[in-house]
């Protein structure tokens, strides 16, 4: 794993960590994708979901 991959999983929160796992599982498994390739498209789907969770808290603010 590249250390950079490896540094953002550090930051998951355990259920963000629990969302990841599973749909790395999935995309691999259903999808057919390599562990690696489904591992970084998990990450990615994690980091996408959080900074809409926040842009939602921001805009709910104002």
Known sequence: ???IFIELLTHLSADQR???EERAGIMEYDGGLTR???ECL???CIIRN??????NLIRERT
């Open 1 to 3: 794993m590249n250390e």
């Open 18 to 20: 629990m969302d990841f």
């Open 50 to 55: 959080t900074v809409r969770e926040k842009e």
């Open 42 to 44: 998990a990450l990615l």
């Open 36 to 38: 690696d390739h489904a």
